[in-house]
């Protein structure tokens, strides 16, 4: 085995294993960059790897699985997004409801699925061309879920839409100073509503690809933690969609290599690897003074007319 | 005609008296969610069948308790009425124990642990023997001479199993390696499938592995390999991929406790030795992909087809030989132990001597790796 399949291994791996990641964090981009922390990633994507798997075992069509997760997640994001927009309660308390309650429901309704092979698993996708590049042609282009290939698309297309159009001034506006947001004439709670649901629609299908694809079966607590490491990945994207492609495929390729390198180094520090990793590169970022800001009114709720 | 009825009455509230209060309300306490399709799934399956089976006899869990706060709920279980409390993780202890002592009129049972009190016993279903059966298949059936492992924790419980594995491997497959990767949980589906990946990557084209979901089983047969189901039957996860697996029976060890418990050979005051180690010869645990399918139809051909010398059984078939084997761990009386001195680790120290078999002390407590164990074996002993 020469250092190119080590290559492309990992850089496989950490396609495969970062696609609900990817999915997760770009949706908490959109909801934090409209200023609405959503900590009911966790409990959104459980939801919808439970209605995913539930559907598409009872149609036999898993597209229809992922797209009831993604309506799922939606609904449960309407839920943090009432809290915290219209109620104006405390949005950590609200997110951490969030996945406490997704965690449980889905436990409960989830139980007659356990233990259950489903009969038709989403399929995987080779891109004619592309995949006939030399190493990056059989680690990116190849074999990967449509959801993967639909994952990196979508992060280019929210980049652009983010910065480049007036609906992305908008969003960053409202997440900045949603007062002079609302002066300006931009609806700041349709805004934060919209976001709010995207990201959850997003954390669903995430969620969808876990029962569907990545591990094709229904078991309670599935995601196992995956929602918080996209809170970790958001941050450490510094809230744009295209670094957190970088992130996603830093953090999955650690996350590969830390069972890759088993035999040579002690298994406790390698499992430590991709956390303590994205430590430094924070603490590194921190020192060189570069702006990874987070949105100005993030976590902050509106209230008209106060500054 | 008066004395009769006084008589008929006295004795029916008797009666009453007596089996109303044989009837028994257990409460069971679990660790993990039960539709872990894992271990607490297993143990909540044994529940149900106790319950359907005894009249006298009503249950009740609590599921997803974290270790260290079983005290409160087994509070809670005994205000509620719950004269039996069986708790089912390692990590629990003490918080048994401390109740034992606060409840000394209710009786406890503690899964895996190994303190006990007057009112506390322990019990385990141990896969040490089914390890090792799967191990012959393994060992049969690698082609690249690696077999991979998924393993939860570095403790002696999964040690003692993986090197049961191993040792069963080398029997038929004296140069074939089992690579371990822990992946630390009990349950982790994302943790187990990169575990997988990681090892099909290096070459490992069988796997067998310790985690509460069919995830291995599913990368394996994803890939066109054979592998081991572990805890629950899993053969449907994969039909044409799984060879065989491990099993449990807790309603075996349940059935027992609290029939005796009821008749009353169990009380309050004489459980302090009372310890449940129970494996194949007493049917808690089974060899199987599914219940009763000891090996997989689909693979039985290339079992059989495939022939070894044997030091001890001379030319035999991989399939009769695990069935040699498996008779031998039959009741009534046990004839063969994996461990079966002399059992060298990989460091070369002799752990088991000549002709012996390893003591209940010696497989609880095991550290060491035997031959034929390759990867990270944190605990190791230094020689």
């Not at chain 1, 009831?68 to 104006?88: E, K, M, N, Q």
């Not at chain 1, 965690?103 to 399929?123: A, D, E, R």
């Not at chain 1, 061309?129 to 074999?143: E, K, T, V, Y």
């Not at chain 2, 039985?300 to 991989?318: C, M, R, W």
Request: proline share 6%.
């Amino acid at each position: 085995m020469g250092w190119e399949s080590w290559i492309v291994d990992t850089l496989r791996r950490a396609l495969a294993y970062g696609t609900p990641l990817l999915w997760g964090t770009l949706g908490e981009i959109y909801a934090e960059r409209a200023g609405v922390v959503n900590l009911g990633v966790e409990g959104m994507m459980i939801l919808g790897a439970l209605s995913a798997f539930a559907v598409a075992q009872s149609t036999g069509n898993p597209w229809i699985g992922v797209l009831a997760a993604a309506v799922v997640g939606g609904l449960a994001a309407l839920i943090h997004a009432f809290f915290s927009v219209t109620l104006r309660a405390n949005q950590y308390v609200s997110g951490l409801a969030l996945t406490i309650f997704g965690l449980g429901l889905s436990g409960l309704l989830g139980t007659s699925w356990v233990g259950i092979s489903l009969k038709n698993p989403l399929p995987k996708a080779t891109i004619p061309g592309l995949s006939r590049i030399p190493i990056l042609g059989d680690a990116l282009f190849r074999d990967h879920s449509y959801l993967t290939y639909i994952g990196l698309f979508l992060a280019v297309v929210l980049w652009f839409v983010l910065y480049k159009t007036r609906w992305g001034i908008s969003i960053r506006s409202v997440g900045e100073s949603p007062s002079t947001a609302d002066a300006m004439g931009i609806n700041v709670f349709l805004v934060r509503y919209l976001c709010v649901i995207f990201g959850g629609v997003l954390a669903g299908v995430a969620g969808g690809f876990l029962s569907v694809e990545y591990r094709p079966s229904w078991t309670e607590g599935m995601t196992a933690g995956m929602g918080w490491i996209v809170i970790a990945l958001t941050i450490f994207a510094a809230w744009d969609p295209l670094q957190a492609v970088g992130g996603v495929v830093l953090f999955g390729g650690l996350y590969h290599l830390a069972y890759r390198l088993q035999r040579w180094f002690p298994p406790e520090f390698l499992k430590l690897m991709p956390y303590a990793f994205a430590i430094l590169v924070l603490a590194v970022a921190g020192l060189r003074k570069v702006r990874r800001g987070a949105p100005a009114a993030l976590g902050l709720p509106y209230v008209r007319g106060q500054r | 005609m008066r004395k009769l009825v006084l008589l008929t009455a006295v004795i029916l509230l008797f009666g009453l008296v007596v089996f109303g209060a044989e009837k028994i309300k257990a409460g069971f306490v679990y660790v993990g969610p039960i539709g872990d399709y894992g271990w607490t799934h297993a143990h909540d399956l044994a529940r149900r069948i106790v319950d359907d089976k005894f009249d006298w006899l009503e249950t009740v869990y609590v599921e997803s308790v974290p270790e260290g706060q079983e005290g409160a709920i087994i509070d809670r279980l005994i205000a509620q009425g719950c004269n039996v409390i069986f708790t089912t993780s390692f990590g629990f202890m003490d918080g048994p124990l401390e109740a034992a002592m606060r409840y000394p009129d209710v009786i406890f049972a503690h899964c895996s642990g190994f303190k006990r009190y007057k009112n506390m016993a322990t019990y385990m279903a141990d896969f040490y023997q089914v390890y090792y059966l799967n191990g012959l298949m393994a060992g049969a059936l690698t082609k690249t001479g690696k077999i991979g492992y998924v393993a939860a924790h570095p403790i002696p419980e999964l040690k003692r199993h993986i090197n049961a594995f191993t040792i069963g491997v080398r029997e038929v497959n004296p140069d074939a390696e089992v690579h371990v990767r822990w992946i630390y949980s009990w349950y982790d589906p994302a943790a187990a499938k990169e575990a997988t990946e990681a090892l099909i990557a290096e070459g490992c084209d069988v796997f067998a592995f310790t985690e509460d979901s069919p995830t291995v089983v599913q990368v394996a047969a994803e890939n066109g390999l054979p592998s081991f189901a572990h805890y629950s039957p899993m053969l449907k996860f994969a039909p044409d991929h799984v060879v065989s697996g491990q099993l449990v029976h807790w309603e075996k060890i349940y059935e027992d406790f609290l029939v005796k418990v009821h008749e009353g050979i169990y009380t309050t005051e004489n459980l302090a030795y009372v310890d449940y180690w129970w494996t194949l010869p007493q049917g808690a645990v089974e060899l199987g992909a599914d219940f009763g399918v000891p090996i997989n139809p689909v693979w039985e051909d290339e079992l059989k087809a495939k022939v070894i010398d044997h030091p001890v059984f001379g030319k035999v078939s991989i399939y009769d030989l695990v069935m040699i084997r498996h008779s031998q761990f039959g009741a009534p009386g046990i004839t063969f132990d994996p461990f079966q001195g002399p059992v060298y680790d990989r460091k070369g120290v002799l752990r088991i001597p000549e002709g012996t078999w390893p003591s209940y002390e010696t497989l609880v407590t095991m550290q060491w790796a035997v031959d034929g164990v390759v990867g990270p074996w944190p605990g190791e002993p230094e020689e």
